[in-house]
């Protein structure tokens, strides 16, 4: 049994989906992306000062995973479809961490 209702959880799930559309630039998600990525290279810097392997699990998002969520998250923003990527951000953070040595793991790669 859903301890949220569906409306809710609907409504918490399109708040945080803003990172799945395509044309990003339209939305916060560079910004916030960048800003999250300075910290975890503030992280990375303090592990190599110690000599400690940094590694990252990827951990995705349920709209990432649940069709049945997704397909509502879409339908709420009145987009189609093709105007979402829902392998964007994973993408983008892999793409970033190749660059700066981060090892990580993406557990649906």
Known sequence: MPTVPDDFH?????????????????????????DAF????????ICDRQNITLVLVLMHDEVQVIKNLRDKV?????????KFDFRQPNKLLSQKMDKYYIYHLDILE
Do not use: W
Not at 74 to 82: D, K
């Open 74 to 82: 879409v339908a709420s923003y009145n987009f189609s479809p093709e």
């Open 10 to 34: 609907l409504q918490k799930a399109k708040k945080r989906s803003y990172i799945f559309i395509k044309d990003r630039e339209k939305t916060d998600f560079p910004e916030h992306f960048n």
């Open 38 to 45: 300075g910290d975890l290279l503030k992280i990375k810097e």
